[in-house]
């Protein structure tokens, strides 16, 4: 997967699909940049706010922060 395709904004229609922000438990603003992001407590990518995580080269995909 692109780096380019693990980011977007948040739209209205994900926010409406989502409960917050997994990783920091925030609300998302329509327009916010998001990334798709993994961490070892998650099975699978989940959509943060970009600030959330950094991208890890080697793995190509971001990881939330500690
Ligand atoms: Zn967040």
Redesign the pocket.
């Known amino acids: 997967m692109k780096k380019s395709e693990q980011e977007t904004i948040a739209s209205r229609e994900f926010i409406n699909s989502v409960e ?7 609300s ?1 603003t329509m327009g916010e940049p998001i990334v798709l992001a993994f961490s070892p407590s998650w099975e699978g990518g989940k959509w ?2 970009a ?2 995580a950094r991208f890890d080269r080697e793995h190509g995909e971001y990881r939330v922060k500690e």
């Open positions: 917050g922000c997994p990783a920091c438990k925030r998302f943060v706010h600030d959330d």
